[in-house]
């Protein structure tokens, strides 16, 4: 599995519609919107680098909204805590 976090620059009218885009794609797990220099954080898994490259060079390419992104890739993780929430969601009977 491959994590990797991507920064994005969007148009300010557009940061709504856009996140909805890129949280309804294969791959993309989370979308934040934030404060600062950026205006989303997106948070991708996918199996390999290369669903990770035809997600990055092919699909973010098709939302004209994005003027720029950075993308790293994460080494490793140091916190299972959101994880471990997301997998035990209805387990309890809720």
Known sequence: MVTS???????????????????????????????????????????ANDDLSDLVTRRLLTIQAILK??????????SRHDLETMFTIGLDGK
């Not at 934040?32 to 991708?44: E, K």
């Not at 992104?69 to 140091?78: P, R, S, V, W």
Request: proline residues 2%; charged residues 20%; negative net charge.
């Open 5 to 47: 976090i991507i920064l994005l620059n969007v148009e300010r009218s557009k940061i709504n519609e856009v996140a909805q885009q890129l949280a309804d794609m294969e791959g993309v797990s989370e979308v934040f919107s934030v404060s600062g220099t950026y205006d989303l954080v997106v948070i991708c898994r996918v199996p």
């Open 69 to 78: 992104t950075e993308t790293m890739l994460a080494f490793k993780a140091f």
